[in-house]
């Protein structure tokens, strides 16, 4: 079983940065992507941003490209998000998740989640 695990999240004022991380058991396939999603209370999983482990090939959702950023450190098997510029609307639980989806934002189609970590972005 993989096992994903989210860390890096806390209460930050608006304005502020915010890096998550999301440590994998191990990497199923290099052609694996890993995906960020957000869920807000009352509100649908968004997809934040992915990043493809063989070639470090990035996506990103409109609303967050320019303020978040999604890297991996394929030796650690450790994915980032960083993430500046916050506002109270990112307040949510930020999850990671991988797999081989297609289409890259689609949700189901990712085989493997984290637990989730939460981020509280403050006025």
């Known amino acids: 079983q993989v096992q994903l695990v989210e860390s890096g999240g806390g209460l930050v004022q608006a304005g502020g940065s915010l890096r998550l991380s999301c440590a994998t058991s191990?990497?199923?396939?290099?052609?694996?992507?890993m995906g960020w999603f957000r869920q807000a209370p009352g509100k649908e999983r968004e997809f934040l941003a992915a990043v493809r482990w063989i070639d470090g090939t990035t996506h990103y959702a409109d609303s967050v490209k320019g303020r978040f950023t999604i890297s991996g450190d394929n030796a650690k098997n450790t994915v980032y998000l960083q993430m500046m510029s916050l506002k109270p609307e990112d307040t949510a639980v930020y999850y990671c998740?991988?797999?081989?989806?297609?289409?890259?934002?689609?949700?189901?189609?990712?085989?493997?989640w984290g637990q989730g970590t939460q981020v509280t972005v403050s006025s």
């Open positions: 998740a991988t797999g081989l989806p297609q289409p890259i934002d689609s949700e189901r189609e990712y085989a493997f």
């Open positions: 191990r990497r199923l396939n290099d052609r694996f992507l």
